[in-house]
């Protein structure tokens, strides 16, 4: 690959099942996926690898120290990423995603810290949903907002 589509980062993730799913849908839309440290797993994990299946090879995909590191590697530093968040007052729709957006998702458990979604006042997204239902599932979450920036896109991802 060899521009991604986009940049699905995974900050400080918990559960090795939902790395790996993410995974198998960054495969599926050439995108890169980042997961910044301290993760709950190690990248061997077999849960990890099992949720990915046969799609894990395919993957470009790399890890980083912390939220600085993560900045320094992408490959555009002027371009500020969208970040995901229950507490976010836009809904992801009213994003204009372009092709080698960064899209950013916090822990299963945190979500992603105050200070970071203030760093980005503008560019924190939210999925609508029921008061009812607390949360939606990391790696459906992923799904909706990558296959949604996908969309803005033209659905032609193919590289």
Known sequence: MSDP????????????????AIGRTCVALSAKLWLVRPLGFRTS????RRAGLD????????VADDWDDL?????????????LSKSAGR?????????GD??????ETQGLPPSLLAAYPNRCLRIPMRPQARSLNLSVCVGIVAYEAWRQCGGTWER
């Open 45 to 48: 994990d077999r849960h990890l």
């Open 5 to 20: 589509s986009l940049h699905v980062v995974l900050f400080q993730p918990e559960i090795p099942a939902n790395a790996g």
């Open 102 to 107: 960064v899209v950013v998702f916090g822990s």
């Open 55 to 62: 799609y894990w090879q395919h993957l470009v995909w790399e």
């Open 71 to 83: 900045l320094r590697r992408l490959p555009d530093p002027e371009r500020k990423p969208w970040l």
């Open 91 to 99: 809904p992801y729709p009213e994003a204009r995603f372009q092709a």
